[in-house]
């Protein structure tokens, strides 16, 4: 396995009731509170009252920034820089899924800022050391983003979504409570769930040696939402279901699983070009990408997609070729994904191949993406045809 450091400060409280942990956590922050939320989700299940419950008992001042968008926009996250800097505001609560707690923390780092926030988003600059602290309350499984330093950007005017990460923007705590994610219906649940299994992929799909350990809890993860998920979409207020859920979408993506190996991340660049010029939801597109990116890189290195049949879908290897094994296991993933509810192709978005050639472009961040099998644009331009 290749060098690495590993740091992730964020506290998670996980369980029943662990909103009520807000006034124990906050202070220690400061009290002049930016409470960033979505479309209004919150209000309806009543986690907004019990959120502005908790800050009130530490007589927080608190300016809200709400309607926060699916695939979070540039706007958005200017609104709410000036926001903290003309209220002069010491921290970010963010309350909702990937997208609010993404739109937070590019928020954060854009306050101590002196140039476009943009510069940070598509990394030609790095996020300053003493940006604004943030904590979330999450109520949705899939993302990872409330233990990681990852967040996804679109700027509308270009049709360009891009990402950072940094560890000065990973959140300072996160409450994880299970029946929050109650309210998620079932199209979002099977999107969280596909997401969860695709950052896995993105990381179990390296482009580095020896790294049996990191596979073996990628694996695991993998496993428990293919056991977990038929179940939880058939039972969505089952709270052992949601519980495991939600831990997974945590430990898939919190840097465990990408100790010391060098991960692809080409699907989810893919995805981000689709979903940046047509706007659906992420996980969706990657339900659709994914199966197709894995026949491509099948067709060059079919090895590691072979051992993901055996060991995670259970296909039996005796007298078969790996590129026969991985042809199994794309068409059980396939399956797995399509019996859940997940769409199949980018047309029951109603997307035609007649942007084709802009998404290419959008996902091109360099000459070549990807890391397991690098793609070249053709490459991409081919998933993107295959997957219509």
Known sequence: MDNFEFHNHTKILFGKGQVSSLKNELPAYGNRVLLVYGSGSIKKSGLYDKVIRELKEIDATVIELAGVEPNPRLTTVNKGINLIRENQLDFILAVGGGSVIDSAKAIAAGVPYDGDVWDIITSKAKAPSNSVPIGTVLTIAGTGSEMNGN????????????????????????????????????????????????????????????????ERIGEAILSTVIETAPKLVNELNNYEYREVMLLNGTLALNGLTVMGVNPDWATHLIEHAVSAVHDIPHGGGIAIIAPHWMEHVASVRPEKVAQLGVRVFGLDKAGKTDAELAAETIQSLREFWKSIGAPTKLSDYGIDDKEIELMTERAMLAEQIGNYVPLTKEDVRKILRNSL
């Open 151 to 214: 967040s996804v950007i679109t700027d509308w005017d270009t049709n360009t979504k891009a990402f950072f990460n940094s560890n000065h923007v990973l959140p300072r705590f996160s409450i994880l409570d299970p029946e929050l994610t109650f309210s998620v219906p079932r199209d979002q649940t099977v999107y969280g769930s596909v997401d969860i299994m695709a950052h896995v992929f993105e990381q179990y799909f390296h482009a580095s040696s020896n790294a049996p350990l990191q």
